[in-house]
């Protein structure tokens, strides 16, 4: 953990967008961090502008409720491309004395801070970036440990194979269409009726009738689907789950549940991106993830988790940072994966 006499002042930074703050919280979690969060709203014409443009004037510093109001911090974590430019002008301000972590390609080359973290499928590539196949996430083997010491209640009555089914939804280059949502209920309707015990949770992305079906699947073959109520058992789920139905519109479930180390059968709907076909590619190649067809395959591997590579390169640099500048040097110890 961080001395608690160093006084470190950490950011997160995003346009609000889950999936990026996410991944952002992810990172100083595993830092052993407490940011603050901060999320910038800029508006029109300068939200056309992004990344490439200046700041919202209307967000500026001095405005009060200011996005990046001081004081400034001594590590900022970033994500999105509305961020990007109130990044650049954080680090402008502390005259470069504030350390700036940028999350995936921030589409303004690998100056724009002074680490950035992308993705294997992406083309961005520098000496101060560092590239992985999954992308940083909150799930640790240490979390998944704990509830498997710690079994939730809810799950207890469920047969095995236990399954863990992750519904994502609509997204900017996947679309669930009625033949997409009957297609995927048909596959697990197959799956339940082997005796499987299904343990299914949706996203806020998920479209009405993909929850509905979800809901009615579970209702009729005895499976758990979360509801909202209660406290979220994801974790609980990964943990439990012999196997994986994941969707393909999120790298990010995916990559939380390759920590597992169980086999993920992914669903693909309607679309698609030449970048997420190379990153499935590459865990296909892996033995990590099957397509899905209403049947349970593949063999358990060596779980992949991205995450403590990300921190423990970003807490190395971050020091070289501090001493290159002559700046108090701060200690960051890693959580344990």
């Not at 973290?117 to 909150?138: A, I, K, Q």
């Not at 806020?204 to 979800?214: D, F, N, Q």
């Amino acid at each position: 953990m961080l001395r608690k006499d160093s006084g470190l002042i950490t950011w997160v930074l995003t346009d609000g967008k889950a999936g990026d703050e996410l991944q952002a919280l992810s990172v100083t979690e595993a830092l052993g961090l407490t940011p603050e969060i901060r999320r910038v709203k800029p508006r029109p014409p300068f939200s056309w502008l992004m990344p490439w443009g200046p700041i919202d004037p209307r967000e500026r510093p001095s405005i009060t409720g200011s996005p990046i109001a001081p004081p400034y911090p001594d590590l900022l974590v970033a994500s999105g491309r509305r961020a990007v430019a109130y990044l650049r002008h954080v680090k402008k301000a502390t005259g470069g004395k504030a350390y700036t972590v940028f999350l995936k390609d921030p589409r303004t080359g690998p100056d724009t801070a002074d680490f950035i973290w992308s993705p294997e499928y992406d083309r961005l590539r520098g000496p101060n970036v560092l590239n992985t196949l999954p992308p940083p996430h909150r799930v640790t083997a240490g979390k998944l440990e704990a509830a498997r010491a710690r079994p939730d209640p809810r799950l207890a009555c469920l047969s095995r194979p236990r399954v863990a089914v992750l519904a994502g939804g609509n997204s900017r280059h996947h679309r669930f269409t009625d033949e997409d949502v009957a297609r995927f209920i048909g596959h697990l309707t197959a799956l339940a009726e082997t005796g499987a015990g299904l343990m299914v949770t949706a996203s806020r992305r998920t479209p009405p009738a993909l929850r509905e079906a979800l809901t009615g699947l579970t209702a009729r073959h005895g499976g758990f689907f979360w509801d909202g109520s209660g406290d979220n058992p994801y974790v609980d789920f990964l943990a439990q789950a012999e196997f994986i139905v994941a969707t393909a519109d999120s790298s990010n479930m995916i990559g939380e549940a390759a920590v597992t180390g169980r086999p993920i059968l992914v669903f693909e709907p309607s679309g698609g991106h030449p970048k997420l076909d190379v990153y499935m590619q590459a865990l296909k190649a892996h033995g990590i993830v099957h397509p899905f067809e209403g049947r349970l395959e593949g063999q358990p591997y060596e779980p992949l988790n991205s995450t403590p590579k990300i921190a423990k390169a970003i807490a190395e640099d971050f020091g070289r940072h501090r001493r290159a500048l002559g700046l108090p040097d701060i200690a960051l110890s890693l959580e344990t994966p």
